[in-house]
């Protein structure tokens, strides 16, 4: 148990549906992050929110939508999704923002197809 | 341009026999370096952070250690259970992100 949550584990989804992704911290972090790993290629950052704001939006499609309620939650909206889009989704905290120089905390992800 | 380079991508080892992981890299003004331990299906788990050059820290069979350009992850005598993914990130000044490489998928045989 990392004290980070994320569900679904699994999740097949078709081009035209709507789903959500959600995380859940229990460490008392204020920042929260979105990770897409796909294979062979490095973690690549979507959105970052610190205490709740967000601030950071690495130029991802509109089809993926972010909402951080409060520090403890996180979720990512899914809509019109392409195959591409099928990836392990990663949700992590850190103690303060990441560019304060602190240790990121990640949940065990969502593997996501896209059919 | 890639930030993180690791190498190497793969790598297998015979129970008990040391080696050594790295990971260079090339951002301007480095604030931490991060090592994290990614098993198959699952989120990467933390494992040490270096802030600056000559800096080295230990756990169990893991030794991290930070120059200037790099940074080296020495495994040894490895066990079966020591085999993952084994990723390197940075933060760097000024900016909002860890840059993570590619990673190391180490396989150690009984």
């Known amino acids: 148990e990392t004290g980070v949550t994320q569900t679904p584990r699994h999740l097949v989804m078709g081009m035209t549906n709507k789903k959500s992704l959600k995380c859940e911290q229990h460490?008392?972090?204020?920042?929260m992050y979105w990770y897409k790993q796909s294979a062979k290629k490095p973690l690549e950052l979507m959105f970052v929110?610190?205490?709740?704001?967000?601030?950071e939006n690495n130029s991802v499609p509109s089809r993926f939508s972010p909402e951080c309620p409060n520090s403890s939650h996180l979720f990512l909206h899914l809509h019109t999704l392409q195959p591409e889009d099928s990836a392990l989704y990663l949700c992590?905290?850190?103690?303060?923002?990441?560019?304060?120089?602190?240790?990121?905390?990640f949940g065990q992800g969502t593997r996501l197809t896209v059919v | 341009e890639d930030q993180v380079t690791q190498s190497p991508e793969a790598l297998r080892l015979q129970e008990g026999e040391s080696s050594s992981l790295n990971c260079s890299y090339t951002?301007?003004?480095?604030?931490?370096l991060f090592w994290y331990r990614q098993d198959p299906g699952k989120g990467p788990e933390f494992l040490f952070t270096?802030?600056?050059a000559g800096e080295e820290k230990e756990k169990e069979r893991l030794k991290a250690t930070l120059t200037k350009k790099e940074s080296f992850l020495h495994i040894t005598a490895p066990k079966p259970e020591d085999s993952a993914t084994y990723l390197c990130?940075?933060?760097?000044?000024?900016?909002?992100?860890?840059?993570f490489g590619t990673g190391t998928r180490l396989t150690v045989i009984p």
């Open positions: 992590a905290s850190s103690q303060v923002f990441i560019g304060s120089n602190t240790e990121a905390f």
């Open positions: 460490l008392g972090h204020n920042a």
């Open positions: 929110y610190n205490f709740k704001e967000q601030t």
């Open positions: 951002v301007s003004g480095l604030r931490g």
């Open positions: 270096l802030y600056s």
């Open positions: 990130a940075v933060t760097e000044t000024g900016a909002n992100n860890l840059f």
